[in-house]
């Protein structure tokens, strides 16, 4: 699972500034650009080809009840599953007694905690650090969140103790398609996941090693080898049926990440909530293959049923490489081609396309629709390769290549997808600018 930091720190310090830096790439304007409000909470970030989700527990007090020092359920709930707490201060306002009352909540914890003195761009680090030394946390580091000071080494830092996640390719081959199935509570995950593997051959709990809690469940189907990634206790809620679950977001997405391709859930009654569309702004961002099921189609009018088909497909036209099942989990209607689609997804997801093969069809692409003029000049794309899987990735080089605007991009995601039938994944393509 990807090392997941929780952002921890009285009111105003800073905390949402240093989640909006540390989960600030490229990749997050996919979803923006889609239009979907993206859970400001949530996030996943890089530091030096390091990979990892960061949680902004902004509600760590609870003004509303006038005592300062109570942590949220959710904030509590969030520094439990994280690995290490960036417990943010402000640097200018020096030590204060909230500060003092968070950090011996924090010391309740089992978890590392760094202290981040922030807003200290301008200052003297010696200065800064003496009235916090106190606190007794250690690593200390002083940041300017908003000048992006001091950001990479503390992340460097936070970071060290693990290694970017390299699977063997016997594990991958074991583990065959990791499916992570998500939707935030009662859209019918532990159903579907119970479907799932009632039918299916359960391989894992006759193989050592593996206990009944384990959250990577093999199973196989048509000779095809998965693995579901249980997301929050979804399958221990299915055989007992009265725990009350907590939805964990991050849970959910740690499972994104460790996924190949994701099932999203969507309740055909409810239609798509804001939660829906913030979760699904975070899967966009994570880059990985994707399926929406809309459950819940039983006993549905036919009425209805056209009703939620047209506002549905309207609302997620902009995700055009998803494939939309409409399905039942409770009766198991439509589940079985659900594989079809995961399959088809996986496959495109790490398809490996030659160099010659996509230099020929980029020069199709601008043959048919040439880029436009960026300061009066034509944007010039010279060549072009692969620079990586799951998603794909295209890498074209060339001049005036930065000013590529939005609407080629997508032009040229939408021609490689039809030529090279990429369904189901994301595309991404950089631009590397040079003579
Ligand atoms: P939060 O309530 O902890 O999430 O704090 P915010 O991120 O909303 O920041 C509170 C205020 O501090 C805002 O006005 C920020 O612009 C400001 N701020 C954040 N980081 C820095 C910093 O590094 N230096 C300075 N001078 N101001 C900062
Ligand atoms: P989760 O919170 O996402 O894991 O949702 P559950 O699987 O616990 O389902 C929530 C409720 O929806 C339960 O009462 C299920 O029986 C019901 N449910 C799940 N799938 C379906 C379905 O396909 N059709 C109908 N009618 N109800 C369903």
Do not use: C
């Amino acid at each position: 699972m990807l090392p997941t930091i929780a952002i921890v720190g009285r009111p105003n310090v800073g905390k949402s500034t240093l989640f909006n830096v540390l989960t600030k790439s490229r990749d997050a304007l996919v979803a923006e650009q889609a239009g979907l409000t993206r859970d400001r909470k949530v996030g996943r970030g890089k530091v030096g080809g390091m990979p990892y989700l960061v949680i902004d527990t902004g509600g760590l007090t609870d003004a509303s009840d006038g005592i300062a020092t109570r942590i949220t359920q959710q904030a509590l709930q969030a520094i439990q599953e994280a690995n290490k707490v960036l417990f943010v201060v402000d640097g200018r306002d020096g030590l204060t007694a909230i500060d003092e009352m968070i950090a011996q909540r924090l010391r309740s914890f089992n978890i590392p905690v760094h202290l981040v003195i922030n807003k200290t761009e301008g200052m003297q680090s010696e200065l800064v650090n003496i009235d916090f030394h106190r606190l007794g946390f250690s690593p200390v580091h002083t940041i300017s969140a908003s000048h992006q000071r001091g950001i990479e080494a503390m992340m460097e830092t936070v970071l060290s103790d693990f290694s970017v996640p390299e699977e063997s390719e016997m594990d991958e081959a074991e583990a065959g398609i990791k499916i992570a199935i998500v939707g935030r509570p009662n859209v019918g995950k532990s159903t579907l996941v119970n479907r799932i593997l009632g039918y299916e051959r359960v391989i894992a709990y006759d193989q050592p090693g593996t206990t009944r809690d384990s959250i990577f469940i093999p199973f196989e189907r048509d000779g095809q080898k998965y693995t579901l990634i249980d997301t929050a206790g979804v399958r221990r809620r299915a055989r007992i049926a009265d725990v009350v679950e907590k939805y964990s977001v991050l849970k959910a997405l740690q499972a994104v990440e460790a996924a190949h391709v994701v099932i999203m859930i969507i309740d055909a009654r409810e239609g798509m909530t804001d939660q829906d569309a913030s979760l699904l702004g975070n899967v966009l961002d994570s880059g990985r293959a994707l399926i929406i099921a809309v459950n819940k189609w039983d006993g549905l009018t036919q009425t209805e049923r056209e009703q939620v088909r047209y506002t549905l497909t309207r609302k997620l036209h902009f995700i055009d490489f998803a494939e939309i099942h409409f399905i039942s989990a409770l009766h198991g209607t439509g589940v079985g081609h659900l594989y079809k689609s995961v399959n088809i997804a996986w496959t495109a997801a790490h398809k490996h396309i030659s160099t010659p093969l996509l230099n020929d069809v980029l020069k199709d692409a601008i043959t048919r629709n040439p880029p436009p003029l960026s300061h009066g000049r034509r944007i010039k794309m010279r060549y072009i390769h692969q620079g990586g899987q799951h998603p794909p990735l295209f890498v074209i080089h060339g001049s005036q290549v930065d000013s590529v605007p939005d609407a080629y991009q997508r032009y040229l995601i939408r021609f490689f997808r039809d030529t090279f039938d990429l369904q189901g994944t994301p595309i991404r393509v950089e631009f590397k600018q040079g003579e």
